[in-house]
């Protein structure tokens, strides 16, 4: 459970002048950034570049009500680029695909938040179970960030879920005067949800606009980014994805990911800026954000202009050859 404090009024700030032709404006989940970036030159662009960049399939509340079915399942999913085996995910209803990361959930304050999460997840193996057994695994729900209740059934992480299709319904009352921002929902279970964060089992939550909705953004596009890491085992094929995904694994067994793409293509046009909302979603990942042009050089600035969507007073320039740390979020 987070206890951010919500700050007052929001302070505007002017957006830093940019004296490059295209301009990129990046806000991150949990620190946000602005980049500056100039367009590729056209001898490389669209060559040696990655998947196309795609974000979450996304829900959308009506009527001040967002109701869904949210079923944890193991299944095969697209992570970096290949089919993976033993991926767990929310899948939308019993029937629904398996999404690596989860949905991407979008609501507005005042809103009320209506999820069913029906608990079909395998057996597992705690940490520190040195007989190394699997037991039954229990689940539940956590909003990271939110400023909703921790009573009942609303955020409330000592909900224990069995497995084997048992169920919760969690209604969660969002205030009317909650701030706008990036969010995200996770298992937060204790003792079981590491391993679930790390087999896919987290998705963004947006509480009205996900760069919280400073004028000085107006307009501009929004991208959401959840960068993630997994260990997947891919020496005799089907891929597999690794239970434990500690850092004694090196390339290609570990695999960062940024909405489940492996170094993914952003388009932007030359003059353009964007608002780039990254989440670190991983259980204890760090990561080193740096913007290098096609040519490889990191020779753009990146400006932090907000933190879990609440904007800056004034925005945070850091050079563009040292990387930003991206902390662990620690669920
Ligand atoms: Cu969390």
Known sequence: MKTTQQVGPRRRFPLPSVPRSARVTVLLGLIGVALVQAPPPP??????????????????????????????????????????????????????????PGPTLYVQPGDTL??????????????YALDLVPVP?????????MHVSPLGNSD???????????????????????????????????????????RGLAG?????????????????????MVLQYSVIDNSTPPAVMVRNASFTGVPPLIHYT????????????????????????????????????????SDQPLVAVAQDGNPYTKPVTYPPDKPVLMASPTP
């Open 43 to 100: 001898a490389l662009a669209g060559k040696g570049l990655g998947p196309a960049f795609v974000e979450p399939t996304s829900l959308h509340s009506q009527n001040g009500l967002l109701d869904a079915t949210l079923v944890e399942k193991p299944g095969v999913a697209q992570v970096a680029g290949m089919p993976v085996q033993d991926v767990w995910t929310y899948q939308l209803g019993e029937a629904g695909a398996p999404n690596y």
């Open 258 to 297: 940024v909405n489940g793409q492996e170094n993914p293509t952003v388009d932007i046009h030359p003059g353009e800026s964007q608002v780039w909302n990254l989440c670190n979603a991983s259980s204890n990942g760090y990561f080193y954000l740096l913007l290098r042009g096609l040519n490889g050089a």
């Open 114 to 127: 209506r999820l069913k999460i029906v608990n079909r997840l395998p057996p597992s193996i705690p940490p």
């Open 204 to 224: 963004l939550l947006v509480v009205g606009r996900p760069d919280g909705g400073a004028p000085e953004l107006n307009g501009l596009r929004q991208r959401l």
């Open 137 to 145: 695994t229990p689940t539940n729900l956590h909003l990271h960030g």
């Open 156 to 198: 409330n992480i000592v909900i224990s879920i069995p497995p084997d299709g048992a169920a919760n319904q969690y209604e969660f009352k969002i205030p009317s005067d909650h701030p706008q921002g990036l969010y995200w929902y996770h298992p937060h279970r204790h003792k079981f949800a590491r391993e679930q964060l790390l």
